[in-house]
């Protein structure tokens, strides 16, 4: 059975990363550190043999890709299947504002409750078929290829999931860092996990005059 080889990357960093405020569909995007972070993800993917690069319509995500694509000599696929879950009213605001202001609400999103959504946004039920059913459609393209997938924190957090067999519910233990390069192998029986959070082209994390 032929198999798909993915690179999952999440966005560089953006300034409400920083601010730990809760970005969903909204577009953020990436700050000075991101930007430099994308470049050094796409110089630690050369010489790889991408054949396609797909990413969020969202900017954080689509700016960063962009950066693997020029490397890789490719153009950037928008695919709005992987963007982050969708949080509803609670976009814009930090956990603490919304622990302050609806305790209710946010002692069900800290349990991870995978029926629950915010008003307008997504369950991690809903959220987490979206992004396994994008990954497979789009991996199903490319037998015995390697794509490269940029998202988001959440989707991370799905795929390692799924590749896992860890629960909705389980706590996270894994990390899900800003330009880490995360690898899996996909085929139509499984999703598996071959290497994660991999942050070696970060490790020098001053921003020079030719990086800023």
């Known amino acids: 059975m032929q198999a798909t080889r993915l690179i999952a ?4 960093e953006t ?15 990436l700050n000075a550190m991101g930007r430099w972070q994308a470049q050094r993800a796409a110089q630690a993917l050369a010489g790889e043999a991408i054949t396609a690069v797909y990413a969020s319509d969202l900017s954080r995500a689509f700016e960063t890709a962009g950066a693997v694509a020029a490397v890789a000599g490719v153009e950037v696929i928008p695919e709005p299947g992987l963007r982050e879950r969708h949080f509803g009213v609670f976009q814009g605001r930090t956990f603490a504002e919304i622990e302050a202001e609806s305790p209710e609400q946010a002692l069900r999103w800290r349990k991870r409750d995978p029926d629950y959504a915010s008003e307008g946004g997504e369950s991690l039920n809903i959220f987490r078929d979206r992004v396994v059913g994008t990954v497979a459609r789009l991996a199903a393209r490319h037998p015995d290829e390697l794509i490269v997938l940029v998202a988001h ?13 860890q629960g909705l519910q389980a706590p996270r233990t894994w990390l899900l860092g800003n330009a880490a390069i995360n690898r899996l192998l996909w085929t139509p029986d499984a999703l598996t996990l071959i290497g994660w959070s991999d942050t070696g082209h970060l490790d020098n994390a001053a921003i020079d005059e030719s990086t800023a």
Not at 9 to 12: F, S
Not at 153 to 165: C, K, N, Q, S
């Open 9 to 12: 990357i999440r966005h560089g």
């Open 15 to 29: 300034a409400w990363n920083v601010d730990t405020r809760i970005q969903g569909h909204l577009d953020i995007p």
């Open 153 to 165: 924190g959440g989707v991370m957090d799905v795929l390692y999931r799924a590749a896992t067999g």
